[in-house]
């Protein structure tokens, strides 16, 4: 398996990177989406990373138009987005797709580190996107938007979590705190 430090990845504004400028650090990593119902977890989101952004921390999140075309947006219209109607200051790098067999090589990495999310005792929430009609095709697949990957310092993928679970919930913060 490939460090996830070595997958290139870019920037929003295209600027290639890796994921190796956050070595060191525990990172959440997030597949997240403008015009979503879960996107008001933006604001947990930005709220963990400001609690614990100076023991080491940071949310990376890709945005994808993977799930009901919910991230129609260009880099710049997202990142507008985020930081106007939510005050987002962590890393938003550039727009991928982590579903099917387009899947950007990083999502690759994480899925194969950790092929289960955890969710939140009787969600159900696979259970709710069929009920809309939406099949996963397999166990291991991102469900939709805001599914979260909790990396350590070493850049070890340790946690899941499903997109149901806000990221301020305790089941991430106490994985968090665990890692720092």
């Known amino acids: 398996m490939t460090s996830i430090y070595q997958v290139p990845v870019n ?10 400028e956050f070595r060191g650090k525990v990172m959440l990593i997030v597949n997240v989406a403008s015009a979503c119902g879960l996107t008001p977890q933006y604001t947990a989101l930005e709220q963990i990373f400001e609690k614990y952004r ?6 990376v999140a890709f945005p ?7 991230e129609p947006g260009t880099a710049a219209e ?8 939510f005050g987002v200051k962590f890393p938003l790098l550039e ?14 990495e994480l899925i194969a580190a950790q092929p289960a ?4 005792p009787g ?9 809309y009609g939406i099949k996963i095709e397999r166990d291991s697949d991102i469900m939709w938007n805001f599914e979260k990957f909790l990396v350590d310092r070493e850049g070890e993928v340790v ?15 106490s994985a968090i705190e665990s890692r720092l």
């Open 78 to 85: 997202i990142e507008e987005f985020c930081t106007t109607k």
């Open 123 to 131: 969600a159900n929430f696979r259970q709710k996107l069929e009920g």
């Open 11 to 20: 920037r929003a504004d295209g600027t290639p990177t890796t994921l190796a």
């Open 95 to 108: 727009k991928i797709t982590v579903a099917h067999d387009q899947r950007h090589p990083l999502y690759r």
């Open 159 to 173: 946690a899941r979590f499903s997109p149901e679970v806000p990221p301020d919930d305790a089941m991430i913060t």
């Open 54 to 59: 100076e023991r080491g921390f940071t949310v």
């Open 117 to 120: 999310a955890t969710s939140q």
């Open 64 to 70: 994808c138009n993977d799930f009901g075309a919910q």
